[in-house]
């Protein structure tokens, strides 16, 4: 949702430029050298030595845990594919990439950017899928990229509701309860914002996002998508309920920007219903 270092080292000639005395005090320095950063890299002739994915991702996570500044989901993201091009089989790595890109995606007033982002989102979570088709993360992450890339492209749209559909489905087979129940969240605005033609359906959409309350009662975009339901059935008491639910909520400690962006939204149908 910018900078790559590189050092190379070429040594071509220097035994014709250097005399023996000097190359053998060449060589001591590198020793030495070696000795004394020998914690920091195990870099030899052949190859630079890279950090460990372990340590890419907790410094990844550290940049997404300020993600209400977008240049630090943008860094998060740099680390990941830093990360990645060592370890491209490391599932950890795939999920939080297409994580982190959904949210730039979902953010990002730059259009171009949010194409890019969903893209790179959705391809990432294929990757999860194929590296761990048991988990979660994967399934969830992709489904949602999915999501956002239906949202800008009408043409993707039509052939990814399915997908997302499945996604999601394969999320609640696999643990109802990740994300706080999100998947029923995904799957209700689906069903809400979909059209008629395409399988839209106001009382679906209802009926999986209280599904989704009952997992996930803390769950913010939760309760903001079920009020938006229920003001869509012109039940607008019980959108406004939902609404002042959300409002007594204490906030889950690491969802802090997706409450207030559910406030927000709320704040909006509020003012609708009015």
């Given amino acids: 949702m910018t900078q790559l270092y590189n050092l190379t080292l070429t040594t071509t000639g220097l035994l014709e430029m250097l005399g023996k005395t000097a190359v053998l ?6 020793v030495l050298n070696g000795m004394g950063c020998r914690k920091a890299s195990t870099a030899t002739a052949d190859h630079v030595a890279v950090r460990p994915s372990a340590e890419a991702i907790v410094e990844a996570d550290r940049y997404y845990a300020q993600r209400a500044d977008l240049v630090k989901v943008r860094q998060a993201i740099v680390s990941l594919r830093q990360a990645q091009a060592d370890d491209p089989a490391n599932y950890d790595l795939a999920w939080r990439l297409a994580k982190f890109d959904y949210y730039l995606g979902a953010h990002t007033p730059d259009s171009t950017e949010q194409d890019k982002a969903y893209r790179e989102g959705i391809e990432a979570g294929k990757l999860a899928v194929r590296l ?3 988990k ?14 239906a949202q800008i492209s009408t043409l993707s749209g039509l052939g990814e509701l399915d997908d997302i559909k499945q996604e ?7 643990d109802e309860g990740f994300q706080s129940g999100s998947a029923y969240m995904v799957l209700g605005q689906v069903y809400l914002e979909s059209p008629r033609f395409l399988g839209g359906d106001t009382s679906k959409a209802i009926s999986y996002l209280e599904k989704g309350i009952k997992v996930g009662p803390n769950n913010a975009v939760m309760r903001v998508r079920l009020a938006q339901a229920y003001a869509e059935a012109h039940r607008n008491d019980e959108a406004r309920k939902q609404i002042d639910a959300l409002r007594a909520m204490k906030p889950l400690p690491d969802y802090a920007p997706e409450y207030q962006d559910a406030l927000a939204e709320a704040k909006k149908l509020e003012d609708k219903i009015k």
């Fill in 136 to 149: 979660p993360e994967g399934h969830f992450w992709l489904g949602a990229n999915y999501g956002g890339n």
């Fill in 132 to 134: 761990q088709a048991g």
């Fill in 25 to 30: 005090a060449g060589i001591a320095l590198v």
């Fill in 168 to 174: 999601m489905e394969t999320v609640l087979k696999i």
